[in-house]
């Protein structure tokens, strides 16, 4: 059960509340009354609690479950033990997080502006936002409904926000317009001066970086990243992608939608990421070059050319992955003097 100092509970649910909400089909649906006090691991819930099996090596432990009732998908339901109700449902871990929202619903902000927040007189802050301790939010700024802006944030002059966003405590936002439903947490600094220099034998010019960052809807970006504004054209970040912690994204970077970019990826300058595309946690990615829509690629790979649509790709420098397993198994059996067959 979650610590409730941190975590509040909406309440009970009955199952078939429950079913129909998240689309499931109970498999006996008598059961469509009993009532769900909470959501709980398969090892550790009660009869009281609802929980899933998605992945089938968790099959024993679905069997010794004391689960109230569980999402399951249909061809597992039959390993359900006595007394744990069955919710049938294709993708099991997605009916789970819906229901787990039903039970944890996000709390919404209350009007509010604290006394410590230095607003200027100039931005437009919409209909109950809530705006915490010492956030600085500045000139001809514009921030839609239902916003929450977390302690010492700061939105720098001109900056666009739009409805029902969360921005993170001591995020920092410039040069930036962003879309409905976008979270950022904290410590996100989106819009710094990009990476950009002239060089020769005097040193280093700086290159005015005058593009900004487009953040579109229902976007997720983690704790510490940093986006950097484009050098003219702008960085884009598509609808619906989801960004980790600790990734650096160059500008003029356009994302596509529905992305994933897991924890320490770097992609350099003027890269291209397709819709859907996945890259792994600590990938690096060369600038001026493209990643096509449902790539995949692998946890420390290092990209330096454009990777055609679909393709999954590993090591450093990244090749199709079967190709990259071939590549070290030949490496392991070399290391250890082994002969084997010919890659």
């Known amino acids: 059960m979650s610590d409730r100092r941190f975590f509040s509970l909406a309440g009970s649910f009955p199952l078939g509340r429950i079913a129909e909400a998240t689309g499931s089909d109970l498999s006996d649906p008598s059961?469509?009354?009993?009532?769900?006090?909470?959501v709980a691991p398969l090892d550790t819930a009660e009869k009281n609690h609802l929980s899933f099996l998605d992945n089938k090596k968790y099959v024993d432990?679905?069997?010794a479950t004391k689960a109230g009732a569980c999402f399951v998908r249909p061809e597992?339901?039959?390993?359900?033990?006595?007394?744990?109700?069955?919710?049938?449902?294709?993708?099991?871990?997605?009916?789970?997080?819906?229901?787990a929202q039903m039970f944890y619903p996000q709390e919404k902000p209350k009007e509010h502006r604290a006394t410590s927040a230095v607003i200027d007189a100039s931005a437009k802050i919409g209909a109950d936002c809530a705006i915490e301790d010492g956030a600085i939010i500045g000139p001809n700024v514009k921030i839609g409904n239902r916003c929450r802006i977390q302690a010492h944030a700061v939105i720098r002059q001109g900056v666009e926000i739009g409805d029902d966003c969360d921005i993170g405590a001591h995020v920092t936002i410039s040069h930036a317009?962003?879309?409905n439903k976008v979270r950022l947490h904290p410590g996100v600094c989106i819009g710094r001066q990009g990476f950009g220099f002239a060089i020769d034998a005097t040193g280093f010019t700086a290159v005015p970086q005058l593009g900004r960052v487009i953040i579109?809807?229902?976007?997720?970006?983690?704790a510490n990243?940093?986006?950097?504004?484009?050098?003219?054209?702008?960085?884009?970040?598509?609808q619906g992608t989801r960004i980790d912690n600790l990734v650096q994204i160059g500008h003029n970077v356009k994302?596509?939608?529905?992305?994933v970019i897991v924890a320490q990826v770097g992609i350099s300058g003027s890269t291209q990421v397709g819709d859907f595309a996945m890259l792994g946690g600590q990938a690096g990615l060369a600038g001026h070059i493209k990643i096509g829509s449902g790539a995949k690629i692998a946890a420390q790979s290092g990209l330096m050319r454009d990777v055609p649509d679909g393709a999954e790709m590993m090591g450093s420098p990244a090749v199709p992955i079967r190709q990259s397993m071939k590549q070290t198994a030949v490496l392991a059996k070399l290391a250890t003097g082994k002969k084997g067959d010919k890659a």
């Open 255 to 259: 994302i596509g939608k529905y992305c």
């Open 216 to 222: 579109e809807s229902d976007v997720e970006i983690g």
């Open 76 to 99: 597992l339901a039959v390993h359900a033990p006595a007394g744990t109700a069955c919710l049938m449902h294709k993708n099991p871990y997605k009916a789970y997080a819906v229901a």
């Open 225 to 238: 990243t940093t986006i950097d504004r484009g050098a003219g054209p702008d960085t884009v970040i598509g």
């Open 61 to 63: 432990v679905f069997k």
């Open 31 to 38: 059961h469509g009354g009993l009532m769900m006090d909470d």
């Open 177 to 179: 317009l962003i879309s």
